[in-house]
């Protein structure tokens, strides 16, 4: 196997994790409320207090890996999470639970955009697509599989106990990273000489590192188109991550266990929207040029998945709403990857920070969803209508993949070293 192969294991590992645990709240999230005894508006509260913390700390975090290599970034940021992860499974009351998620947001949000620097320096530019898709597939792997490990944890020993499993697994995987990873190919001492020249010889990444300004980020009408599609596309992932396991059960009335089901249907399903969208988001520019096929992945992906949304969302019939939601999305992973993409096209040496800018207004999307989806609920007493929102709000992020231009790189100021 080639050795960078080995590292897309480890960043597909890394995202597993973080919606392994990123999801446990919401898995839980009907036992806790009544523990706790939140009502929606309130544990909207909660879910939006990890994603403003996600939101605010994300582009620091990216400019961070810049600097100072994603490996030190990593070490820090799951050591950090994982015992938020397990301070969440001790709190007894809503305002230390919002103080734990918004800390559990800060440690998390440095993940994609050190794992997109990771790419950029270790894969060369025609393994972007499929290597970015591994990294997505971990946030669906991680999904399918927490319900199947924390609803039986949740069923025999309480919602508490799945924070502390999920802690454990974070310091395991600290370990790895510390004792095998590092940021350079060059850097690994077992890697071959002719796959180490292949992957040096065609990266984006170049040795010159360059500062970029934020007068030049704001000046970039691609970015700003890019950072406003992703604002959009967050609130149908925030969903599926964070509203939809209860949707299912106070919102359908499925059961827990029916629930369980259903969610490892629709993130297992998810798995194959990554891979067709990264085979096609790899293809499609090579057939039809850099610019048509970044922008045909993502707009037939997210448009599609928010029409679905809304269907699932008008139909009375539980199974055929069900069906729609995992459909929708399969979309959203067909179409989401090629984002990231778009940040190595215009980035370059600056990856990292231009994907913690995009995943900023990212985040802040799921900020203002996750308040929104909960409120609404309770005003109108109805699961659906906030789904209404949601699924327009995609179709508006999908649009705006036709103003995206992925060959309009990031000007310069200087270089750092030579």
Same mark, same amino acid.
């Given at each position: 196997m080639p050795y960078?192969? !080995?590292?897309? *294991? =480890?960043?597909? @590992?890394?995202?597993?994790?973080?919606? =392994? #645990? !990123?999801?446990? /709240?919401?898995l839980v999230g009907v036992r806790l409320k009544a523990d706790l005894q939140l009502n929606n508006e309130q544990f909207g509260w909660v879910l939006a207090a990890f994603t403003l913390a996600y939101a605010l700390f994300e582009i620091p975090s990216g400019m961070l890996g810049d600097r100072i290599g994603p490996r030190a970034v990593f070490i820090r940021i799951v050591l950090f999470w994982s015992l938020c992860t397990a301070l969440t499974g001790m709190v007894n009351g809503l305002i230390l639970l919002l103080v734990i998620r918004f800390l559990f947001g800060m440690g998390e949000s440095g993940t994609y955009p050190n794992a997109l620097l990771v790419v950029s320096r270790w894969f060369p530019a025609q393994e972007t697509g499929r290597s970015l898709t591994w990294v997505g597939i971990g946030s669906q792997i991680g999904s399918a599989v927490a319900p199947l490990i924390i609803v039986p944890?949740?069923?025999?020993?309480?919602?508490?106990?799945?924070?502390?499993?999920?802690?454990? *697994?974070?310091? *395991?995987?600290?370990? /790895?990273?510390?004792?095998?990873? !590092?940021d350079?190919?060059?850097?690994?001492?077992? /890697?071959?000489?002719?796959?180490?020249?292949? *992957?040096? @010889?065609n990266r984006r990444f170049s040795s010159e590192q360059h500062l970029v300004s934020w007068k030049i980020i704001f000046r970039n009408r691609t970015l700003w188109a890019l950072m406003l599609m992703y604002f959009c596309c967050q609130w149908s992932n925030y969903f599926f991550v964070a509203w939809m396991p209860l949707y299912l059960q106070e919102g359908r009335h499925f059961s827990e266990n029916d629930m369980k089901i259903i969610t490892f249907i629709l993130f297992t399903t998810g798995i194959s929207g990554f891979l067709v969208g990264g085979f096609i988001g790899d293809w499609l520019p090579k057939k039809k040029g850099l610019k048509f096929g970044r922008r045909f992945v993502g707009l037939t992906g997210l448009c599609c998945c928010g029409l679905l949304i809304f269907v699932a969302a008008i139909v009375p019939q539980n199974v055929l709403s069900v069906i729609c939601l995992i459909a929708a999305n399969g979309c959203f992973a067909f179409g989401v990857m090629v984002s990231y993409a778009v940040c190595a096209d215009i980035g370059r040496n600056n990856t990292g920070t231009v994907t913690g800018a995009m995943n900023f207004f990212g985040q802040m999307g799921a900020f203002i969803m996750s308040l929104l989806f909960g409120k609404i609920a309770d005003a109108t007493n109805n699961f659906n209508q906030p789904l209404f929102l949601v699924g327009?709000?995609?179709?508006?992020?999908?649009? =705006?993949?036709?103003?995206? #231009?992925?060959?309009?790189q990031l000007k310069i100021d200087k270089p750092i070293y030579t």
């Open positions: 960078r192969y !080995r590292v897309l *294991i =480890l960043l597909c @590992s890394l995202t597993t994790l973080t919606y =392994l #645990d !990123r999801i446990c /709240i919401s944890l949740a069923v025999h020993y309480g919602w508490r106990m799945p924070f502390f499993v999920n802690a454990f *697994i974070g310091v *395991i995987w600290v370990w /790895i990273c510390y004792k095998w990873f !590092r350079f190919p060059a850097q690994m001492k077992d /890697i071959s000489p002719k796959e180490l020249q292949w *992957i040096e @010889s327009m709000v995609m179709i508006a992020g999908g649009l =705006l993949w036709l103003v995206i #231009d992925p060959t309009k």
